[in-house]
């Protein structure tokens, strides 16, 4: 069980690391669809607790940054504003995916990670 949780927690990492890497070259498409396998993985039964939280240190150090608005901003809300946010802003990024805005769902979809991440 543990080995495969491991390789589960490895490949939404990998999946992430080349979302960011796709989206700093400026392909969008690549990058959106990278985090929407992703995200796939950790809402299936297969994704537990664990590998959750350990997915949510890898979003911290992932984006980490001196000026951060949106850590600033979760420490003002409590968990149930922020689950919220995440929602809208999920909502808004495959609004976008459907009207064929790469750049904007994918920007949406990583400010929504931002408020997941610890």
Not at 8 to 32: P, Q, V
Not at 60 to 87: A, G, M, Q, T, W
């Amino acid at each position: 069980m543990k080995d495969s949780n491991e390789l589960i927690l490895g490949d939404i990492i990998k999946l992430t690391r080349s979302s960011e890497k796709k989206f700093k070259l400026g392909n969008f498409k690549g990058a959106i669809d990278d985090k929407i396998k992703a995200n796939e993985i950790l809402k299936s039964k297969s994704c537990d607790e664990k590998i959750i939280e350990k997915f949510r240190e890898e979003l911290s150090s992932l984006y980490s940054s001196k000026f951060d608005l949106i850590f600033d901003h979760k420490l003002k809300i409590d968990e149930i504003k922020r689950n919220e946010i995440v929602k809208m802003l999920e909502q808004k990024s495959k609004e976008r995916l459907k009207n064929l805005d790469y750049k904007g769902a994918i920007k949406a979809f990583r400010r929504a990670e931002k408020y997941f991440s610890n």
